[in-house]
């Protein structure tokens, strides 16, 4: 089975700081374009940040120096640090891989951000 699972979500007071991960099992997410988003309550679903095949990255303005997203093809896993946390932070985060016109979600983790 195809499948992305994220985890390292939780609640964090503000300035605090969180890894999450993403781990693909089934097949290899080498190729593929991998993406975390957010989905805030009563908001709909935005990209955080994303990662190429080939490793360039690009980010939300309101993650831009805060977050860092990263990949390790060997253990099939994106990696999202996000580094002082705000509020506004707080939501659902979703794992997602895209090649072509095909394209997996994850079941999301939830980031809480306490002020």
């Known amino acids: 089975q195809v499948q992305l699972v994220e985890s390292g979500g939780g609640l964090v007071q503000a300035g605090g700081s969180l890894r999450l991960s993403c781990a693909g099992s089934?097949?290899?997410?080498?190729?593929?374009?991998m993406g975390w988003y957010r989905q805030a309550p009563g908001k709909q679903r935005e990209l955080v940040a994303g990662?190429?095949?080939?490793?360039?990255?690009n980010y939300a303005d309101s993650a831009k120096g805060r977050f860092t997203i990263s990949r390790d093809n060997a253990k099939n896993t994106v990696y999202l640090q996000m580094n002082s946390l705000k509020p506004e932070d707080t939501g659902v985060y979703y794992c997602?891989?895209?090649?072509?016109?095909?394209?997996?979600w994850g079941q999301g983790t939830q980031v809480t951000v306490s002020s």
């Open positions: 990662i190429t095949s080939g490793g360039t990255t």
């Open positions: 997602n891989a895209v090649v072509r016109e095909f394209s997996l």
């Open positions: 089934g097949r290899s997410f080498s190729i593929f374009g």
